[in-house]
């Protein structure tokens, strides 16, 4: 729906030439944002946020891959992790296609098999940026980047071939922590989060797991030491909280038993990562059926937001030496870290837009969202990223109303344009606004009301 119109048929993206087909659409904004690489920019906040955790993932157990192309295969992403064919991630409105079988990877996830086939390393590390259509409010933004980790062992290399006793020798020699850990849930749940009892028997599942829980631990507790110290810092009525962490059963098609990492951090409940034991499958498919082990993905947008206080996703992608001044040096020492100072908050300009869907879309099931048959609200989402860019803060959906003789649907949305750079004139505002209102219009083919 909101592709592109007249999709070229042949693209090049990073020096790589791509066939389009019927499945393109993706924005030529976001291919040329393939090139930025945040996460590996010196002293960008995700870059910082990156180097935090690959600290407490050392070489030569961890081997540190940065530079993957974010262009994978459908085979890549999803079915080498066991997706199944009609997984909602699979879809146009939520993914972004080259072409039927080539997309910007939605996870970092999607270098798992090849990393286990190379088996160059017990442990891997991956970071990169990926891709999701998605809504726009301050905490989401179409890229944002990942750091994936694994950690394997091998039948039939480890001493005496017995599976547990490495890794429980490996268990001790990490660290511990005195921070608070809630594990409410049993280790494993026979329907919803079970072992893998045809690959592990329940002691190997059990050691496994111990491994992946302590790591990961230790992982977030550095962030959110780190995050604290540099509140206190800065801030001389700092009240220090005791960190709490708790261990929340989670559902992946790449993991089994799953667990996601939540971090009590200000009062809240803070999902950090996804994890869990890796699907047998992954491992014999990628022919290294002896080895077994754990892996993790966090996102590192969120975590660097936090750590520095960031309070709009879209400074990431700022430019201005206002934003990415303040972090000078703090790559090469992590005790210079500091909270982000905004440099300003500029007027918000809201504008609303109301139209009635195409007849075709207005009948039939839908849900909360407006969401019917072929329209969908990342289509509109896309279009107003499309053509005001950076520039808007949010898009929300204000009201909804269906036709009670004809059962057309009217939808609503606010859009709130604010530049984190300056102020917008009025005029901007507007001129924007009929942009994105006659493109709503040609790519959608809604009726403006
Ligand atoms: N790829 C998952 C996501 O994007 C995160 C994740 C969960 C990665 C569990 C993992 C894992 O490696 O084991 O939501």
């Not at 050691?207 to 001389?236: C, G, N, W, Y």
């Not at 059926?289 to 309070?311: N, V």
């Not at 009217?410 to 493109?439: D, P, Q």
Request: hydrophobic share 35%; net charge negative; glycine share 4%.
């Amino acid at each position: 729906m909101s592709s592109p119109q007249d999709p070229p048929s042949k693209i090049t993206v990073n020096n790589k030439i791509y066939t389009t087909d019927s499945w393109f659409n993706t924005p030529t904004k976001i291919l040329e944002s393939t090139t930025r690489k945040l996460h590996l920019q010196k002293d960008h906040p995700i870059s910082i946020t990156r180097q935090i955790i690959e600290s407490k993932f050392p070489s030569p157990t961890f081997k540190s891959y940065t530079s993957f192309d974010p262009i994978v295969s459908t085979a890549e992403n999803f079915d080498s992790l066991g997706f199944p064919p009609d997984h909602p991630g699979r879809s146009k409105s939520d993914t972004y296609y080259i072409n039927q079988s080539t997309l910007l990877r939605t996870h970092t996830s999607a270098h798992e098999a090849q990393l286990f086939r190379a088996s160059s390393s017990p442990g891997y590390l991956i970071s990169g940026d990926v891709y999701r259509r998605d809504e726009i409010d301050r905490s989401h933004y179409p890229i944002f980047h990942q750091l994936e980790g694994a950690r394997v062992w091998d039948r039939s290399t480890v001493p005496n071939g017995d599976i547990v006793a490495a890794i429980y020798s490996d268990l001790a020699k990490l660290p511990t922590h005195n921070v608070q850990v809630d594990d409410p849930n049993p280790p494993h749940h026979p329907e919803r989060n079970p072992l893998q009892s045809e690959h592990h028997t329940p002691a190997e599942a059990e050691a496994i797991t111990v491994h992946l829980k302590r790591s990961l631990e230790l992982m977030v507790v550095e962030i959110f030491s780190r995050a604290k110290q540099a509140a206190s810092r800065q801030d001389p009525n700092y009240v220090d909280e005791p960190l709490k962490v708790r261990w929340v059963e989670a559902y992946f098609p790449f993991t089994s038993p799953s667990w996601e990492l939540e971090v009590y951090y200000q009062g809240d409940w803070l999902e950090v990562l996804g994890s869990g034991v890796s699907k047998q499958e992954i491992l014999i498919n990628a022919d290294v059926p002896s080895q077994i082990g754990w892996a993790f993905g966090i996102g590192l947008d969120r975590i660097a937001m936090l750590l520095f206080q960031i309070p709009d996703i879209r400074l990431f992608w700022s430019t201005d030496a206002r934003f990415l001044k303040q972090f000078t040096g703090v790559e090469d020492n992590l005790d210079l870290l500091k909270r982000f100072v905004p440099f300003s908050k500029y007027p918000a300009c809201p504008k609303d837009v109301s139209f009635w869907l195409r007849p075709s879309s207005a009948a039939g099931g839908d849900d909360k969202r407006g969401n019917v048959h072929d329209f969908h609200e990342n289509d509109v989402m896309e279009v107003v990223r499309d053509v005001a860019g950076d520039v808007v803060e949010d898009v929300k959906l204000v009201d909804e109303f269906v036709h009670p003789k004809t059962g057309r649907r009217s939808l609503c949305y606010r859009i709130n344009y604010r530049s984190l750079e300056r102020t917008l004139t009025g005029e901007e505002a507007v001129e924007m606004h009929e942009g994105v209102r006659r493109a709503l219009v040609e790519r959608l083919g809604v009726e403006l009301r």
